[in-house]
């Protein structure tokens, strides 16, 4: 018997069939497998994806609606005053106006951009601290107010002293405010510029499940499980 003829009794035998008819079903079940643990894979990271989206876009909701009110109330005024004007009248935050940041903190470490969190980060902290400095800047305007009172009920030389040092105090903390005020809306804005260069600002489309490189190796299996059934047959 040559090597050929011994070759092909051990492709005709049965148990050579049965070995091919077992590899095939195995190359079946294997690209099973692999499909389903991708489909699997990747429809928890789009999910994933879609909440840290959604978590940007609601960062950008939330401080341009904070600053828009804010804008509104106190804001617009403080930008029309003249450079030696004080701010006479009190701005005070009744209410916790960083929940959004604190209810979500969570979804800010999985951002994967360095700048868009540092951006985050940066954006609130001077909103926190511009509502600081109007929290400082009202109790000056109630405690010159008082002097303004005091001087005008009860006029002396120490009563008007006590009202220029007031005044003055007063004064030196606007220009604190207007710094305050300039750098909450330059953070606000660089916020947004980030979250556009990531395309956070637009609507989230899911990403398709197989894309070309993963075709390939589908492609590839799909292939070798052919061949193997020609052979068999």
Not at 51 to 60: D, N
Not at 145 to 166: G, I, R
Not at 207 to 224: E, G, R, T
């Amino acid at each position: 018997m040559t090597y050929w003829d011994l070759i092909k009794t051990i492709v005709t035998s049965s148990m050579f069939s049965s070995f091919l008819s077992a590899l095939v079903g195995g190359l079946f079940t294997l690209a099973g497998v692999i499909i389903a643990h991708k489909i699997s894979s990747t429809k928890q990271l789009n999910k994933e994806s879609k909440q840290i989206h959604g978590y940007l876009r609601g960062v950008s909701d939330d401080t341009d609606c904070l600053w828009h009110l804010y804008y509104l109330s106190a804001g617009e005024k403080l930008e029309s005053l003249l450079d030696d004007e004080i701010v006479p009248y009190r701005h005070m935050a009744e209410q916790d106006y960083l929940s959004y940041f604190h209810g979500n903190i969570a979804f800010l470490t999985k951002v994967e951009s360095l700048d868009v969190r540092m951006s985050i980060n940066l954006a609130y902290s001077h909103i926190k601290a511009l509502l600081d400095s109007w929290r400082l800047h009202s109790e000056l305007v109630l405690t010159y107010e008082e002097a303004y009172v005091l001087n005008l009920k009860n006029p002396s030389k120490d009563h008007e002293n006590y009202l220029d040092v007031t005044k003055k105090h007063l004064l030196n903390n606007t220009e604190n405010l207007r710094g305050a005020h300039y750098s909450c809306k330059s953070n606000i804005e660089e916020l947004r510029k980030e979250l556009h260069k990531i395309g956070a600002l637009s609507e989230w489309v899911e990403p398709k499940i197989f894309y070309s490189a993963d075709k390939k190796k589908y492609l590839i299996v799909a292939f070798v499980i052919v061949i193997s059934t020609m052979v068999i047959a």
